[in-house]
């Protein structure tokens, strides 16, 4: 595991400073073995016209932030910069494991005097925050990295770190459908191989004891999208 914390976080401060801060891959060097696949134009479209990322207007519907509400973003990439979650009303409490990732956003609340709780480096299993103090939450393009244990960790620790019935909105891949295969080949390529083998439902009874699915894009063709996206209140 720790490896794969080594790897992750090496391959995304690469990439910022690389590209500085934009925060999309680079597709004009994908080597052709992925380009050339048949599932890639497929792979472009979902990504084109879906509604994957953190900028997903129904995460800010379900989570319905307001002031004097904590919100925690665990691998915050540069959501705050470039999604529109500086302008969220509730205090921005920001997690990533790339360090590159926290000096730009840094830069960014210090040059326009942003009003945020926190922003801490380091991995979304064990955060500095104590129990019980986040309204709501976030995990968006982070589990795909890791193997069943570390996910299991990341469940308990957004768990203790939420309010009794807070909200979270997290997501995990479909490793079934050819556009997730897409992506991990991408992924693999970029230096951080996704390691996510769980299906669905062995999610989803890992989720049971901490959080009630309140809604979900899960549905019973596993082959159909990318990824899933669950929205979830805290169990206690
Ligand atoms: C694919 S990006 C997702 C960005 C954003 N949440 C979105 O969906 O648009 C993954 C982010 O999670 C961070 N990350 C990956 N593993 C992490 C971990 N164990 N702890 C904290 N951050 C992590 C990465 O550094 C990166 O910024």
Known sequence: MENQLK?????YDRHFIEY??????SYDNLPDYITNDPDYSLYRTE??????GSECISIKDYLSPRRNMNFIDLGC???????GYD???STYYGVDISKETILLLNEFVNKNSLAIGDLYHGSIHETPYEDNYFDIGACIGVLEYYEKDFVEKVIIEAHRILKPNGKLVLDIPNIKSPTGRIMMLIEEYLGRPEKFSLSPQEFESM??????????????NESEVMGFGYYLRCKK
Do not use: H
Request: some cysteine; overall charge negative; charged content about 30%.
């Open 7 to 11: 790897l992750v976080a090496k391959s």
């Open 20 to 25: 500085g801060n934009k925060d999309a891959p």
């Open 47 to 52: 990504l084109e016209t879906g509604s994957g």
């Open 77 to 83: 990439c540069l959501n705050l910069m470039l999604k």
């Open 87 to 89: 302008e969220w009303p």
């Open 207 to 220: 989720l049971q004891d901490y959080f009630e699915i309140e809604k979900t894009n899960r549905t019973d």
